[in-house]
């Protein structure tokens, strides 16, 4: 290596040569690759060191907590063992507080979404939940009217009336699952039988305090009970259908038989059937109305009749009172005023009338007048051949709407008739106010008058009355030769039963009678 030297002028002015020697330098650079290698060394033994300290103080304790967890996912009573208070151990403690927490907050949940928020009661979620063991007897109860109870009292009032009503069940039957299925409906599970519920039953029919005073609520009830024990899910359907039931036949209580579930099913084909409703299953039979002193018809009643396409004849004490549910009844009400005018039409003679009845639900319509005198007209027939025949209670139901349609009727042509006389109200004062024309006397008027001496003489002061009123009186299920000798010497004058002339097609009745006066 050579090294310059400079003068006093910044000048050049020698050079030195610096020698060394190879081997020298190799020296050098080995000494420098062994203190690396040293080091690198040191820190790997530094390194695996820390590995087993990290291993013994810190990753054992990590598995230890590993396997608590998974532990506490099999066992969720089990907690982490918490040893030195250090951060592994605050560590621990947290897990622990979290998973205390999440327990909590999953019980909470899981109470809401099993039971009823207001009274605490099991909804049906948790009923299923809660009562897997066989059970023997179930209730199903609604209340009547919760509608008009919060309209009536408030919500607030009527919420603490649920709960009062919630408090009873379970203080009464203590050993049963009770739950609140609705808003309206409660229901008694247990695995005694039916008896064992029935105190419950009698302490939610006792009054209520409300406000100032006190309140009854009403109840439908379905009731069921099985000699062998059944799922609680299956008793539970079963009482619902027992209070199905009990709505549909409009009664308070029902028990449920193995025929429940066919009748149900049975209505339910019949509503379906009535809202795809067409003419041609429907036909209409006449039952003569005649003149007791020759037994001569001088009317007929139109009778509809359903022959359904798979069960067959249906009675109409069955599908009337469906169609009126379902709002079918004004149309077939239509339909059977339409089909009566043409019927009399066709029979071709010029002095017969056909009775056509009228429901209730007919009566409450606004237009009933106007479309009934639409329809006869749009028929070809003369409104005076028709009598409209109503009852007492569908009168009553709007008794300012119905003398407005009977009297625009009545002056349109049409005659009407009082049907059922003595089966509903039977209001004498009603008679004076009503505009009808005719008073048909109820079926039981006769049976109990053959039998009960002040039977017959409130029948006796009836046909009286009818008379000094100016009202024909027209006799209802004359079935033997008794009751038409009774009627007789009454002075009824006219008379309809089996005796006298059954139900019978249009070919049988109308048309049969006009073959016979030609």
């Not at 530094?46 to 291993?55: D, I, N, P, Q, T």
């Not at 982490?80 to 592994?88: F, H, I, M, S, Y």
């Not at 009990?246 to 084909?269: C, D, K, N, P």
Request: proline fraction near 5%; aromatic fraction near 6%; hydrophobic fraction near 45%.
């Amino acid at each position: 290596m050579t090294v310059t030297l400079s003068g006093p002028d910044g000048r050049g002015g020698a050079a030195l040569d610096v020698v060394q020697a190879r081997p020298v330098m190799q020296v050098g650079r080995q000494a420098a690759l062994q203190n690396g290698l040293i080091t690198l060394l040191c820190g790997a033994v530094a390194l695996v060191c820390g590995l087993v300290f990290f291993r013994g103080r810190v990753l054992r304790v990590v598995d230890r907590y590993d396997a608590g967890v998974q532990r506490m996912k099999r066992e969720p009573a089990h907690r982490l063992q918490v040893g030195v208070k250090d951060e592994l151990g605050r560590l621990a403690e947290t897990i622990n507080d979290l998973t205390d927490q999440h327990q909590r907050q999953h019980a909470e949940i899981q109470f809401m979404h099993q039971h009823d928020r207001l009274t605490g009661l099991l909804n049906r979620g948790g009923l299923a939940r809660t009562a897997q063991g066989p059970c023997r007897s179930a209730v199903a109860l609604q209340v009547s009217g919760l509608e008009s109870l919060t309209g009536l009292y408030g919500a607030v009032q009527t919420d603490r009336l649920m709960i009062e009503l919630a408090a009873r069940l379970q203080e009464q039957a203590p050993l049963v699952w009770p739950a609140r299925l609705r808003s309206d409906t409660f229901a008694l599970i247990s695995d005694q039988p039916l008896e064992a519920l029935r105190p419950a039953l009698r302490a939610v029919g006792l009054p209520y305090a409300v406000n100032t005073g006190e309140t009854q609520l009403r109840f439908h009830v379905g009731l069921v009970e099985n000699v062998t024990l059944e799922p609680a899910e299956t008793l539970l359907e079963c009482a619902e259908l027992a209070l199905q039931e009990a709505h549909e036949f409009g009664e308070l209580t029902r028990t449920y038989t193995r025929q429940t579930r066919a009748r149900l099913e049975r209505r339910q084909v019949l509503r379906d059937s009535l809202r795809r409703m067409t003419d041609w299953s429907f036909t209409l039979n006449y039952q003569p109305v005649v003149a007791l002193r020759g037994q001569v018809p001088v009317a007929f009643e139109a009778l509809l009749r359903w022959e359904h396409p798979q069960l067959g004849f249906v009675s109409p004490a069955e599908f009337i009172p469906l169609a009126e549910q379902g709002g079918h009844i004004y149309a077939l009400g239509q339909w059977v005023v339409r089909e009566a005018a043409l019927d009399l039409l066709r029979s071709g003679h010029p002095t017969l009338k056909v009775n056509v009845n009228v429901s209730p639900l007919q009566l409450l319509s606004p237009t009933f007048a106007e479309d009934t005198l639409a329809t006869v007209r749009e028929a070809g027939l003369t409104p005076d051949r028709l009598t409209l025949e109503v009852t007492e209670s569908a009168v009553l139901e709007d008794l300012t709407l119905a003398i407005t349609h009977l009297n625009t009727l009545r002056a349109a042509g049409f005659r009407v008739a009082l049907d059922d006389f003595g089966a509903g109200y039977s209001s004498l004062s009603l008679l004076s106010r009503l505009p009808v024309d005719i008073l048909k006397l109820d079926r039981t008027f006769l049976t109990e008058a053959l039998t009960r001496p002040a039977a017959r003489t409130v029948l006796t002061q009836t046909v009286l009355l009818a008379r000094e009123l100016g009202f024909p009186v027209v006799a209802e299920g004359i079935e033997n030769v008794e009751t038409l000798t009774l009627l007789r010497e009454l002075g009824v004058t006219h008379g309809q039963g089996f005796l006298l002339g059954r139900p019978a097609p249009f070919s049988e009745s109308l048309g049969r009678l006009r073959v016979e006066d030609d």
